[in-house]
């Protein structure tokens, strides 16, 4: 899974820093490196938090099957969003999506 080439909506390439997408791609890279079985579907859950009071980039990573999630904190995102993203892998391409392209 996620071996082939990434794309994004129009929706992620309008609403979401580049920064935010590499990262959310590398952490699906990571989770295959450390030997974790990746689904499909993976999922984003973005939020601000606020950490000695800057405001941080916190991102719930997610997937179904096999069950896996894990929480990271960022500081070093430019500008912190909150939304969910989705990255989907079709076998032919990878694709990162608004829910509500979907």
Same mark, same amino acid.
């Given at each position: ?12 390439? &309008?609403?979401?820093? /580049? %920064? *935010?997408?590499? &990262? @959310? ?6 989770? =295959? =490196?450390?030997? *974790?079985?990746? %689904? $499909? @579907?993976?999922?984003?859950? /973005? ?10 980039? =916190?991102?719930?990573?997610?997937? #179904?099957? !096999? !069950?896996?999630?894990?929480? $990271?904190?960022? !500081?070093? *995102?430019?500008?912190? *969003? #909150?939304? &969910? ?5 079709? #076998?032919? $391409?990878?694709?990162? /999506? /608004?829910?509500?392209? $979907?």
């Amino acid at each position: 899974m996620f071996t082939s080439k990434w794309y994004a909506t129009r929706g992620i390439a &309008t609403e979401v820093g /580049l %920064d *935010i997408q590499l &990262t @959310l791609w590398s952490m699906i890279d990571k989770r =295959k =490196k450390i030997g *974790i079985e990746v %689904d $499909y @579907l993976q999922v984003f859950e /973005l939020s601000i938090n606020s950490k000695d009071g800057i405001s941080v980039q =916190k991102v719930i990573h997610r997937q #179904e099957c !096999p !069950p896996a999630i894990a929480t $990271y904190f960022l !500081p070093i *995102i430019e500008t912190p *969003i #909150e939304m &969910t993203i989705w990255a989907m892998d079709s #076998e032919e $391409y990878c694709m990162m /999506l /608004l829910p509500e392209e $979907y």
